[in-house]
């Protein structure tokens, strides 16, 4: 039984969320203390540390409950409305007619889509960017949600709808609070992430980051409950390349193969052979990914083609091993093609660079964080296979990605991300636009 010491506060703002688990009473011991007069009563369980990273603060202030309704009915709507990437028109239409009825917001475009809201405090100060990502997936939609997409084909099936209505809500609660700022935040809500080259490298050619202090993403993720903060220092993502092959034989009837270079047996052995670039060429401390995700040739049962198509895509975070990656991939392709006496076509497409976290302010998001939502809101989680081209945006200036977890297996809210049934847990926005908020006040003190 857990046991709360000093006076308990009733109103709602100070209650806290527990999951229904079970906690073993041998296990727990009461740890519970009083906090400054600013923050509340927070409940400690000495019991296991996945147990602990449950016992979140739901601390939500008047201000963003009051914005919340209008939050998930954003999100709702642009959760029907889904774009592809470089094709968000209405989405940025949207947006601007939300953001034009806010006081002291003025509006820019960089580019075609995605608009970026500027808020100038009544001081001078740092200058801040808080980025959102707009655009949807090629994909089904097969959630059953009565606000299910209407474009077909077309799905936001990896939270930027979340992303975006969580930052427009922190902006319209900020945009009253213009007095009380020092400095300038820049709301970007962006176009393009998901289809490289990405949004991100064409607006820091455009001068979006010009004259900008510090960085600041989100991403609500499936891997973590609600409401908790995943957080890690240095490379957060990993590096996500793209290589394209042609192996070209020579065709010929299915009956006479010695008459022909087999294109097909050549490219099996390509296959094979880039695979033993992550055990024995790579060292087997540093996270690496060599894929092959297609492959297309021949055109009937009985003909061997001249030539066979594969494409795929590589995943690292040391710098120097992505260099190496493309000389060794077409050495391999060059000596399996030469001893058959055939040919190649080789191309490696450079894509998002890792997001590296600046550890200073990493540090420092964290106490924030765990200031406002406890201790255990946040734990530190391993790299990410998944690319963002966030990267292209962190050149400029020193910058913090955080991954907020919008998983709830009781509502059966577990599928992945760029899935046709995945969902969000509605629940996780009022933790993004109140750490939005909190980060904006924090930094432009």
Same mark, same amino acid.
Request: aromatic share 8%.
């Given at each position: 039984?857990?046991?709360?010491?000093? !006076?308990? =506060?009733?109103?709602?703002?100070?209650? @806290?969320?527990?999951?229904?688990?079970? &906690?073993?009473? #041998?296990?727990?011991?009461?740890?519970?203390?009083?906090?400054?007069?600013?923050?509340?009563? $927070?409940?400690?369980?000495?019991?296991?540390?996945?147990?602990?990273?449950?016992?979140?603060?739901?601390?939500?202030?008047?201000?963003?409950?009051? #914005?919340?309704?209008?939050?998930?009915?954003?999100? =709702?709507? %642009?959760?029907?409305?889904?774009?592809?990437?470089?094709?968000? $028109?209405?989405? +940025?239409?949207?947006?601007?007619?939300? %953001?034009?009825? &806010?006081?002291?917001?003025?509006?820019?475009? $960089?580019?075609?889509?995605? #608009?970026?809201?500027?808020?100038?405090?009544?001081?001078?100060? =740092?200058?801040?960017?808080?980025?959102?990502?707009?655009?949807?997936?090629?994909?089904?939609?097969?959630?059953? %949600?009565?606000?299910?997409?209407?474009?077909?084909?077309?799905?936001?099936?990896?939270?930027?709808?979340?992303?975006?209505?969580?930052?427009? !809500?922190?902006? *319209?609660?900020?945009?009253?609070?213009?007095?009380?700022?020092?400095?300038?935040?820049?709301?970007?809500?962006?176009?393009?992430?998901?289809?490289?080259?990405?949004? /991100?490298?064409?607006?820091?050619?455009?001068?979006?980051?010009?004259?900008?202090?510090?960085?600041?993403?989100?991403?609500?993720?499936?891997?973590?409950?609600?409401?908790?903060?995943?957080?890690?220092?240095?490379?957060?993502?990993?590096?996500?390349?793209?290589?394209?092959?042609?192996?070209?034989?020579?065709?010929?009837?299915?009956?006479?193969?010695?008459?022909?270079?087999?294109?097909?047996?050549? /490219?099996?052995?390509?296959? %094979?052979?880039?695979?033993?670039?992550?055990?024995?060429?790579?060292?087997? +401390?540093?996270?690496?990914?060599?894929?092959?995700?297609?492959?297309? !040739?021949?055109?009937?049962?009985?003909?061997?083609?001249?030539?066979?198509?594969?494409?795929?895509?590589?995943? +690292?975070?040391?710098?120097?091993?992505?260099?190496?990656?493309?000389?060794?991939?077409?050495?391999?392709?060059?000596?399996?093609?030469? *001893?058959?006496?055939?040919?190649?076509? @080789? =191309?490696?497409?450079?894509?998002?660079?890792?997001?590296?976290?600046?550890?200073? &302010? *990493?540090?420092?998001?964290?106490?924030?964080?765990?200031?406002? @939502?406890?201790?255990? /809101? *946040?734990?530190?989680?391993?790299?990410?296979?998944?690319?963002?081209?966030?990267?292209?945006?962190?050149?400029?200036?020193?910058?913090?990605?955080?991954? &907020?977890? /919008?998983?709830?297996?009781?509502?059966?809210?577990?599928?992945?991300?760029?899935?046709?049934?995945?969902?969000?847990?509605?629940?996780?926005?009022?933790?993004?636009?109140?750490?939005?908020?909190?980060? #904006?006040?924090?930094?432009?003190?």
């Amino acid at each position: 039984m857990l046991v709360c010491c000093g !006076a308990a =506060r009733n109103d709602e703002r100070h209650r @806290f969320s527990f999951p229904s688990i079970y &906690l073993n009473a #041998v296990q727990l011991v009461n740890d519970a203390w009083a906090l400054s007069d600013e923050k509340f009563l $927070y409940l400690k369980s000495l019991c296991d540390i996945d147990t602990r990273r449950r016992l979140v603060k739901l601390v939500i202030s008047d201000e963003v409950k009051q #914005v919340m309704g209008e939050c998930i009915e954003w999100r =709702r709507h %642009l959760h029907e409305n889904p774009e592809l990437s470089f094709e968000e $028109y209405d989405t +940025t239409n949207y947006l601007e007619n939300k %953001l034009s009825e &806010l006081e002291g917001i003025v509006l820019r475009r $960089y580019a075609k889509t995605g #608009v970026v809201a500027i808020l100038r405090g009544a001081k001078p100060g =740092r200058t801040i960017l808080l980025r959102a990502d707009i655009d949807a997936l090629p994909i089904q939609e097969d959630t059953g %949600l009565p606000f299910a997409s209407k474009r077909p084909g077309v799905m936001h099936a990896c939270g930027h709808d979340g992303h975006t209505a969580m930052m427009l !809500a922190a902006a *319209t609660i900020l945009s009253k609070e213009r007095d009380c700022l020092s400095g300038e935040v820049r709301f970007l809500f962006q176009h393009a992430e998901e289809q490289p080259p990405g949004g /991100a490298a064409e607006l820091a050619r455009l001068g979006v980051m010009d004259g900008v202090d510090e960085l600041y993403g989100l991403h609500l993720s499936s891997l973590y409950p609600t409401g908790h903060f995943g957080v890690r220092a240095g490379a957060l993502t990993s590096a996500t390349d793209r290589f394209e092959i042609d192996v070209v034989g020579k065709g010929g009837h299915s009956a006479y193969p010695e008459g022909a270079h087999d294109a097909i047996v050549m /490219a099996a052995q390509v296959v %094979l052979a880039i695979q033993t670039i992550v055990s024995r060429r790579v060292a087997a +401390t540093e996270p690496i990914v060599v894929s092959v995700c297609q492959i297309n !040739a021949g055109t009937a049962y009985n003909i061997l083609p001249d030539e066979v198509h594969i494409v795929g895509s590589t995943r +690292t975070f040391s710098e120097k091993t992505r260099k190496r990656l493309p000389k060794i991939m077409e050495d391999i392709v060059r000596g399996i093609t030469e *001893t058959d006496d055939s040919t190649y076509r @080789f =191309r490696f497409v450079k894509g998002y660079a890792s997001v590296v976290n600046d550890a200073a &302010l *990493t540090s420092h998001c964290r106490n924030l964080i765990e200031k406002n @939502f406890g201790h255990d /809101a *946040t734990f530190d989680i391993e790299p990410l296979m998944p690319g963002e081209d966030y990267s292209a945006l962190q050149g400029f200036c020193p910058g913090f990605f955080v991954e &907020l977890g /919008a998983r709830n297996e009781e509502k059966g809210i577990v599928y992945p991300h760029h899935n046709p049934h995945y969902l969000l847990d509605e629940d996780a926005l009022q933790y993004g636009v109140e750490y939005w908020c909190d980060l #904006v006040r924090d930094r432009l003190s």
